[in-house]
């Protein structure tokens, strides 16, 4: 029994010694990782920014037909319910004559 109470100790110092140097190098690695992550993000968001300028001008593009869009409904809206209305306005006159 003595024997196990003193190799069991040494030996769990052994594991307890590698699993750090194990988690060491570890964290080495993902830092390493981390950096090159970084970095690949970093280009991504310049190359982002250099896209910026084409959504303006495609967002502004959308915009100013949009608007156009809006005015030709409104005047073919508009003569549409001029001519319903004048057509209304007829009948009246003549069932006001009968």
Not at 55 to 69: A, L, Q, R
């Amino acid at each position: 029994m003595e024997i196990l109470g003193n190799v069991l100790p040494i030996l769990l110092y052994i594991l307890g010694s590698i699993l750090l140097v194990v988690v060491i190098i570890l964290v080495i690695k993902l830092i390493g990782t981390i950096d090159r992550a970084n970095a690949l993000l970093d280009d991504v968001e310049g190359k982002v920014k250099t896209l910026d300028g084409l959504f303006n001008t495609i967002e502004g593009f959308s915009k100013t037909m949009n608007s156009v869009g809006e005015r030709v409904i409104d005047g073919v809206t508009g003569i549409i319910s001029s001519i319903f209305h004048k057509k209304n306005k007829k009948e009246k006159e003549i069932d006001e004559y009968e």
